[in-house]
Structures are given as structure tokens and as C-alpha cells.
């Protein structure tokens, strides 16, 4: 079995990777010289709860019955469940690997709270309530971990505007992440590791506006110009520790999720639903108010939204919503007709937008769990989905829930290096589905049935 290293950064960004900030960045520069990069299709909707699942598992987002952080229960219009570990039931890459007598140390892999079993170890990921609770497997690698790191820290609020304190949280954060990395590498057997870096989301989300010119809200010459370029920096350094710890034999893949951009401001959803007649309130709601806190007439609403990165949209379906208005036998005519409606919207001074609409039975093989009925990304994801409605005006500058500079976007990066390999400098293009397939081959290992994604055989 050969070893494999996934080096996971949580939304980098291939633009500025690969690009604007390669300079600085020694050993991805060095790295996309000795092996084969490139950019890496996220999946739709391309968010790190699905993403790094469907990276893991080599399946889509449907077959998870994952589509966002959150979940509707069924038959409910305001009760939701937050993703975990229980909510993944197909098989990793890690428990493949432990099927045929090898091991693995899982750090930090979205969604991975609470910690589940494997053969080796794991550290629980950003969504640990804090490190208080039980975020390890064993149990007792816990205490092994901070006498060797420090306390665990999961993640950090980045939504605001204390920046100074955030930028300390930030770095301080991460080195504590690189510190129990370098323990895991150095102490414990592993024929696969695999890390994500949450770090590099949350910088991005904080701090894009400061170096980013075109930026709607760009501040110039600020003293924060240099973290993203900074944070990049700080990550680069340590794959360079990562390189210098393996052998000539284990092989490197760095990985993002999905890739970022600049937010040009947040679209509320529900507002729009109401100015369309799709969505009844009793009253007019209060600026900022959520959809599940709004006095909502379901006996006359047809749909309803969720904000995010994207927006997920739910008809009001008799037989399956309590108050539901749409027949099923008239489903398909008004989901087509609402579908070409939000595709008619424009932007804040009428510009066209190139809103993208999907359908989730159309876009997946099998829809698991409790899909939305639209998924929308307002101005192929420039534009956020707001979650709060009640305003004068649809289009806000900025994030409904707290300062956000960046949104997602469909690529992000992967660069796989393989010290024995002879392709050396090759530009490739990936899908996200294919990681755990490819990761599978390289070590030797047959790919589980129901795999969706391919063995990517030209970056190999």
C-alpha cells in the first residue's frame, strides 16, 4: 500500500495560487514544477459541507443527502439539522484504506463532529462546538494532542469587524492546527493522512476586500493589504515542513474545496419571492428578520428561500409541506415557471446577471435526503443569497449576517506530487469526484462500488 499525504485548503483559490501570489509562494512554485496542477471542479453547490465529503467518498452531494450546512426536516417550515459525521454513510477514502489493513490520521475533515471510529486517528473539524467536548479518536489522543500543540482551536468568528483580534485568532489558530499536524505526521502509523485547513476560508471571507482593487468596498492602503497574500505565505511554508517530513516514496496532493472571489453584495431572496407573489407575510416583516421568525401566511405561499452561497429554494407542496398550495400534478409547471423567473433578475442598476438555476433530480443520479427544490446562484455565485429579508431594497452592499468580502466559486486548485513520478510541470483539470478514485489507485486499492467519480488517469 502506498502512502498518500491530502494537504486540504479550505477555499484556495486558483487565481491567486497559481497565480497573483505564486511569487511569494516557494514551494508551490517548486511543487508545480515537479508534478502535475492545475484547477480542481468543485461540485455543485460548491461549498466545503458538501465539498470535502464528495472529495472523500468519490460521491455527489445528492447521493450524500448533502446540500449545505443545514438541513430541512421533512415537512417542516422552520426546523433544520446541522450536518455532522452521522450524516455520512458512504465510505471514505480512510475507511477503504482501513478495509484492506492499513491505517489513517483524519485531521480536521468537514463533517467529522462527532468523531467516529477509524483505524488510527481523528481530530473532530471547524464544527466542534469547542474543546471542551470530546474531538478526538481515540478519546484519549486528546490530552496526547494538546500537551504536544496546545488547546484545540476549531475555528474563529470571521464575520467581524474587530480585525485586529481576528487576524491574532487567525494565526494563532493555525499554527496550533500546523503544530498537531507535524505531531500526528511525525508519531503516529498512517499509510493515508489527511488535513483540511479551515484557516484559509476564513481569511479570505475577512480580509479579500483589502487587497482586492476591484472590489466593490476595496479599502486602499490599509494596513490589512497583506493578509491574504500573508496567510498564502504562512501556508506555503508550512507544505515546505510537510515535504521536508515525508519520504521519497509517500505522494503529496494539495487540494482546495472549491475556489473564492469577491462578493459584490448579498440578494434578498425572500423579498424578491414577495414582491413576485410567490411568498405571503402577514404584515410587513422587520428589516433583518429570518424566513423561520416571519409571520408566513403558508396557506397562500408558493415558495420560500434560504440564504448562503448560494440559495436553496423550497416549494410549498401539498402532501408533502403541512399548508402546502402547490398540487403535485402542478409541481413541474410552477417550479419551471419560478426557475425562469429568478433567471429574469437583474442587477441593482439593471445590468443582466447570469444567474444559474438547477434543479437537484435533474443534476444528480439520486437525490438523498431532503434536496430544495431550486438551487440559484445569483450571478454565477457573485452575488450571496441573504437569509434575513424585510428591506427596502433587495440588493445589499454587504452580508446580511456580519462582514463577508469573498464568495465561493466553482474551482478550486489541486497539484499532486509524486517524487517518483515523470510528469513534471503538467497543467490538468480535475473534478472534485475524481480525488478519492485517483487517491485509490495510486495507493494500490480497488474503488468501492457506487463510486461516482473516475480515476483521473491523465494527472497520473
Not at 38 to 66: E, Q, Y
Not at 148 to 176: C, H, I, N, S
Not at 312 to 319: A, S, W, Y
Not at 348 to 368: H, I, Q
Request: aromatic letters at 12%.
Amino acid at each position: 500500500m502506498r502512502r498518500v499525504l491530502v494537504a486540504g485548503l479550505d477555499c484556495a483559490a486558483p487565481s491567486l495560487m497559481f497565480g497573483r501570489f505564486l511569487e511569494d509562494l516557494p514551494n508551490v512554485k517548486s511543487l508545480i514544477k515537479s508534478g502535475v496542477y492545475g484547477r480542481l471542479r468543485s461540485c455543485d453547490p460548491p461549498i466545503t459541507v458538501p465539498a470535502w465529503m464528495v472529495m472523500a467518498t468519490g460521491r455527489s452531494p445528492g447521493s450524500l443527502g448533502l446540500y449545505g450546512f443545514r438541513y430541512r426536516r421533512y415537512g417542516e417550515y422552520r426546523k433544520f439539522s446541522i450536518a455532522s459525521s452521522k450524516s455520512i454513510l458512504a465510505p471514505k477514502v480512510w475507511d477503504v484504506v482501513a478495509r484492506h489493513g492499513g491505517k489513517s490520521c483524519v485531521f480536521a475533515v468537514p463533517p467529522s463532529y462527532p468523531p467516529t471510529r477509524v483505524e488510527g486517528c481523528l481530530v473532530s473539524c471547524f464544527l466542534t462546538p469547542s474543546s471542551k467536548v470530546d474531538y478526538t479518536y481515540p478519546r484519549d489522543l486528546k490530552p496526547e494532542l494538546e500537551e504536544a500543540a496546545g488547546e484545540y482551536v476549531p475555528d474563529v468568528l470571521f464575520r467581524t469587524e474587530e480585525k485586529e483580534r481576528l487576524l491574532g485568532e487567525l494565526w494563532d489558530m493555525t499554527e496550533q492546527h500546523m503544530k498537531a499536524i507535524m505531531y500526528l505526521l511525525g508519531n503516529k502509523q498512517w499509510d493515508f493522512f489527511m488535513f483540511v485547513e479551515i484557516g484559509l476560508d476564513r481569511v479570505q471571507h475577512a480580509f479579500w476586500k483589502y487587497f482586492d482593487e476591484t472590489h466593490h468596498l476595496h479599502v486602499p492602503d490599509s494596513k490589512f493589504k497583506t493578509v491574504v497574500r500573508d496567510y498564502y505565505a504562512m501556508l506555503d511554508r508550512f507544505l515546505g515542513e510537510i515535504l521536508d517530513a515525508l519520504d521519497r516514496d509517500t505522494v503529496l496532493l494539495v487540494v482546495s474545496d472549491h475556489g473564492a472571489k469577491a462578493m459584490k453584495g448579498a440578494f434578498s431572496v425572500n423579498d424578491w419571492l414577495m414582491r413576485m407573489g410567490y411568498l405571503k407575510v402577514k404584515g410587513r416583516p422587520e428589516p433583518g428578520v429570518r424566513i423561520g421568525e416571519a409571520e408566513v401566511d403558508w396557506k397562500k405561499t408558493v415558495a420560500w428561500g434560504w440564504g448562503g452561497y448560494y440559495a436553496r429554494i423550497f416549494l410549498n407542496v401539498e402532501g408533502r409541506e403541512p399548508e402546502g398550495t402547490v398540487k403535485p400534478d402542478e409541481y413541474e409547471k410552477v417550479r419551471d415557471k419560478l426557475a425562469h423567473d429568478l433567471k429574469q433578475i437583474c442587477g441593482p442598476n439593471g445590468e443582466p446577471w447570469r444567474t444559474r438555476v438547477l434543479k437537484p433530480d435533474r443534476v444528480f443520479k439520486v437525490c438523498r435526503g431532503y434536496p430544495p427544490d431550486l438551487m440559484v446562484y445569483f450571478d454565477d455565485l457573485s452575488w450571496r443569497s441573504a437569509g434575513t429579508f424585510g428591506y427596502e431594497n433587495p440588493y445589499l452592499p454587504e452580508n446580511d449576517t456580519g462582514p463577508d468580502d469573498a464568495v465561493h466559486d466553482y474551482h478550486g486548485v489541486f497539484i499532486l506530487y509524486d517524487p517518483k513520478g515523470r510528469r513534471r510541470g503538467v497543467r490538468a483539470e480535475m473534478n472534485i469526484m475524481d480525488v478519492a478514485p485517483t487517491v485509490l489507485r495510486i495507493m494500490g486499492l480497488p474503488v468501492p462500488e457506487g463510486v461516482e467519480g473516475r480515476v483521473a488517469e491523465e494527472v497520473l
